[in-house]
């Protein structure tokens, strides 16, 4: 074990750990506000069914929440045990945003206890409903905090570094730094699309399996229509990403389109393999396409790779994660959109059973694009862990044990995902929502 | 004050304040195990149980808060703490992780209650974690965490042996068992559970005895380990005093069976000048010989603006915290069990 470098031995546990961490973190961001959607329209249109519905995600969600917590409390005191020296010189510039991002999720985890255990407890409907406004306040708020965190990662600003020390530090500048803000918004919004999705997915899955209640076509719709408007607002948000970059972090644009000559009138690759030489071979070559990613004209100077060190480029198989992630997305918008549409599809029959599939393939394909897209924005700062300022291998510990530690995590990881998995399915297999509406008494329990 | 007490302040308040909240829950763990495995259940464990749902998240917070106002106002001290304690970090992690999703699927997922399996690993984790993070204060009066050629290094020999540690792990233990009675017998008599008050009571009243006797073994090894530390302590002796007597009037107040909220104030402030006391002599170090607040402390705008988002956020927090707890803790209604239960 100890013959590996404990640097790389540090980055597959810190990525493991985040590569976790993300799936649940980004449900607990996003699902509160679908919860949100759909008390409030339950209220709005004195509808149960709405407001059963946002019974049923909120019992499910609180197993996420769990796993959520959990996973961010490893990063969290990882990012010390794995980094030491990166939060001995970074702690001096970014700790206001962490700090405020405990804050925020503090916020929500006190007022989530009260949510989930005050359902029936106020006269006005409206009052439980407000509850649910400081949590999926706290909890896009500290995903702000920590993307903000992340984003100084890639544009490190706000101080002068003199001799291996920080000085002239603004905090306030390290937080609002240039990356923050598409960086904030991407991942804000992908959350919500991914929840949306998952979401639109369970309804879907119902209905295939035989549902007819009007309970899962409200469902369905509700999730599909809002998955509809994030995907297509993620979309807008990545391509103000890709001007960024262009713009402040060329070699991680560059290393994602193979684009080595700094030139105008670039051409985007899609797919395709890298030869010796670096040519592409079998690529899908769309001319222009890139110089417009980058700065909306044919004519923008796109900065190529050979402008940099070797030392100081991303990988180049990088290229495959941005591409996935692009594809997915435009399924992400695709799906739904078909949807919308399928009273004009050809059969006309109300919910065919090809769109109610592609339905519930929107949770685990938004999963994947979100995962991918991480590894794009992370694996492309490489070499770096502040980027221009520090590089990864000066930062990990020193510390033995970073194998063994790793193994542990893997079992840990492991044992927590299936047995969220288990207790979820668990959850809704026992408890059936029309049984649920009958054992209520709801009007309209039978179809 | 300077900026540099407030900091430490900061987060001295914070660690105190998940001492008790965590004692509470790890004890509560345990006692919940222990009286399934006796057979009278139901006593105790619904008693827990409604106080410990609304509330389980939380606790984990103020350990979270600690460590990053670590980070934030002596970076210096995560990057030797944060070396030195790999290992044992990422054993307390694990611990942490299991202990707080097996209560969540336990209560919101499980369909029968009082899953065995759970309430074990909910037991056994409630009495290791305490002892693991106690740890941290025996390695916080130096000699453990050592620099060699550069490299931070920990010698685990030294610190096994030294009868220290142990004194301080043994006091972890009964302390988390003794503040967690303490405020279950409140609790239970709040609502008006005679039959769960008269064992916690039991709980409460056994406990008391080993606490003090702990504290007193660890008093007495600081003197061995670290006399410059134990002669400050002298110095403030009126707070471990006032300590002392704040024990007795809790575990009056509950052998009398009277003023049961006011016997749970005690035991904090008992908690609370023995903690602070403590900290305080332990200045001006975090680490000791190595870190110190002056030396170690991060840039005056980063401190200036970590204590105004502190102070911000006390804003929101505070009134937080009162609303569940008014919810939760001090609702007639809610503590005897007539309202909903979870959604």
């Known amino acids: 074990m100890s013959s590996l470098d404990p640097v790389l031995l540090s980055r597959i546990l810190t990525g493991l750990t985040l590569f976790v961490h993300i799936i649940f973190a980004s449900l607990g961001v996003g699902i509160p506000v679908m919860i949100a959607l759909a008390e409030w329209r339950g209220i709005r249109t004195n509808d149960p069914h709405y407001t059963l519905l946002a019974r049923r995600w909120a019992r499910g969600f609180v197993i996420t929440v769990a796993v959520g917590v959990v996973t961010g409390t490893s990063i969290g005191l990882q990012l010390s045990l794995l980094w030491p020296t990166f939060i001995r010189v970074a702690g001096q510039a970014i700790a206001l945003p962490l700090f405020m991002e405990t804050f925020a999720f503090f916020v929500e985890a006190i007022f989530l206890g009260i949510y989930l255990y005050t359902w029936d407890r106020f006269k006005n409907k409206g009052t439980h409903l407000l509850l649910l406004i400081p949590v999926a306040l706290g909890s896009s708020a500290s995903a702000m905090f920590i993307t903000m965190v992340n984003s100084f990662m890639n544009a490190p600003q706000g101080f002068t570094l003199a001799n291996g020390v920080l000085t002239d530090i603004n905090p306030i500048a390290a937080m609002l730094n240039t990356a923050a803000p598409t960086k904030v918004a991407h991942v804000l919004v992908s959350s919500y699309t991914l929840c949306a999705g998952v979401l639109g997915g369970i309804a879907a899955f119902s209905i295939l399996r035989g549902q007819k209640h009007v309970y899962f076509k409200k469902a369905l719709k509700l999730t599909v229509v809002s998955t509809f408007v994030f995907a297509v607002a993620t979309a807008i948000i990545g391509d103000f990403s890709g001007k960024y970059l262009a713009k402040y972090q060329p070699e991680k644009l560059a290393a994602g389109e193979w684009h080595f000559e700094t030139r105008p009138y670039a051409t985007l690759v899609y797919g395709g393999v890298l030869d010796d030489n670096n040519e592409v071979r079998y690529g899908l070559r769309i001319p222009y396409a890139l110089s417009i990613l980058a700065g909306n004209a044919p004519n923008t100077e796109v900065i190529g790779l050979n402008e940099f060190p070797e030392d100081e480029r991303p990988p180049l198989s990088i290229h495959y994660y941005f591409d996935t992630m692009v594809t997915l997305g435009g399924l992400l918008v695709v799906i739904p959109l078909l949807y919308m549409l399928r009273k004009w599809l050809p059969g006309r029959k109300g919910y065919p059973k090809w769109l109610l599939i592609g339905i519930m393939a929107l949770g685990p394909l938004s999963f994947a694009a979100i995962e991918v897209g991480w590894m794009y924005a992370e694996v492309g700062r490489q070499p770096w862990i502040m980027r221009g300022y520090m590089k990864v291998t000066e930062a990990a510990t020193t510390a033995d044990y970073v194998g063994w530690m790793l193994v542990l995590f893997i079992l840990l990881y492991l044992v927590l995902c299936f047995s969220c998995v288990k207790v979820l399915s668990k959850l809704f297999r026992n408890k059936d929502a029309v049984e649920e509406m009958r054992a209520l008494g709801m009007e309209g329990a039978e179809p | ?343």
Not at chain 2, 66 to 86: E, S, W
Not at chain 2, 183 to 195: H, I, Q, T, V
Not at chain 2, 296 to 324: E, H, K, Q, R, Y
């Open chain 2, 1 to 343: 004050m300077s900026y540099e007490i407030v900091g430490i302040t900061v987060l001295w308040v914070f660690l105190f304040g998940y001492m008790i909240v965590a004692s509470i829950d790890f004890g509560a763990g345990f006692f919940s195990f222990y009286s399934v495995v006796l057979g009278h259940e139901n006593k105790v464990h619904n008693i827990i149980q409604r106080y410990l749902s609304p509330v389980w998240e939380v606790t984990n917070v103020f350990l979270v808060f600690f460590y990053i106002g670590l980070i934030g106002f002596f970076p210096d001290a995560a990057y030797y703490y944060g070396t030195a304690l790999l290992v044992p970090g990422s054993l307390v992690i694990v611990l942490l992780a299991l202990r707080g999703v097996y209560y969540a699927f336990n209560t919101y997922g499980s369909s029968k209650e009082n899953n065995k399996i759970y309430m074990a690993l909910y037991g056994a984790t409630g009495i290791l974690i305490p002892a693991a993070l106690s740890t941290i204060l025996a390695i916080s009066e130096g000699g453990i965490i050592t620099v060699r050629e550069g490299k931070v290094v920990i010698g685990w020999v030294d610190f096994f042996t030294n009868p220290y540690t142990w004194s301080v792990i043994l006091l972890a233990l009964v302390s988390v068992l003794y503040i967690s009675a303490m405020f279950l017998s409140f609790y239970a008599n709040k609502s008006r559970d005679e039959g769960a008050f008269e064992i916690l009571r039991r709980y409460a009243l056994v406990w008391s005895g080993p606490t003090i006797a702990a504290s007193l073994l660890a008093f007495f090894e600081i003197n061995r380990q670290n006399p410059e530390h134990f002669q400050r302590m002298l110095d403030h002796a009126w707070m471990f005093v006032i300590s002392f007597l704040c024990f007795l009037i809790a575990v009056y107040l509950v052998w009398r069976k009277k003023h049961l909220g006011w016997s749970f104030i005690m035991v904090m402030l008992q908690f609370a000048f023995a903690w602070f006391g403590y900290g305080r002599s332990h200045l001006p170090y975090v680490l000791y010989k190595q870190i110190s607040i002056y030396e170690n402390f991060t840039n005056d705008t980063m401190a200036i603006a970590l204590i105004t988002a502190f102070v911000l956020g006390l804003i929101v927090l505070v009134p937080s915290l009162v609303l569940i707890m008014r919810l939760f803790l001090f609702d007639a209604k809610y503590i005897r069990g007539s309202s909903a239960k979870k959604g």
